[in-house]
Nanobody, 113 residues
Framework: QVQLVESGGGLVQAGESLRLSCAAS????????MEWYCQAPGKQRELVAR???????NYANSVKGRFTASRDNTKNTVYLQINSLKPDDTGVYYC???????WGQGTQVTVSS
């Protein structure tokens, strides 16, 4: 059974950092590309980062330079490091495994100014 479980969100002040985790089960993250999305309050879910099976990454223009996607194959987990957090980064962050049509339940990030 394919499952994704996010964690690591919280309430932080602007300028701080967070690392979000997405633990996968039922498939190998090493062999799949994975995505991170953010759904801000009242807005549609938006793609912010991808990490491909070969390790390459790409990012939405709005987060380049502050967001870093990575992967730990031994833990079957992908991560999203977010630095210099801004109030506009507030939202629920989801990971997705497109090839398995799977979404996690999301983790809330709230950034206060």
């Amino acid at each position: 059974q394919v499952q994704l479980v996010e964690s690591g969100g919280g309430l932080v002040q602007a300028g701080e950092s967070l690392r979000l985790s997405c633990a996968a089960s039922g498939f190998s993250v090493r062999l799949n590309y994975m995505e991170w999305y953010c759904q801000a309050p009242g807005k549609q879910r938006e793609l912010v980062a991808r990490i491909f099976s070969g390790g390459d990454t790409n990012y939405a223009n709005s987060v380049k330079g502050r967001f870093t996607a990575s992967r730990d194959n031994t833990k079957n987990t992908v991560y999203l490091q977010i630095n210099s957090l801004k109030p506009d980064d507030t939202g629920v962050y989801y990971c997705r495994a497109p090839d398995h049509n799977a979404w996690g339940q999301g983790t809330q990030v709230t950034v206060s100014s």
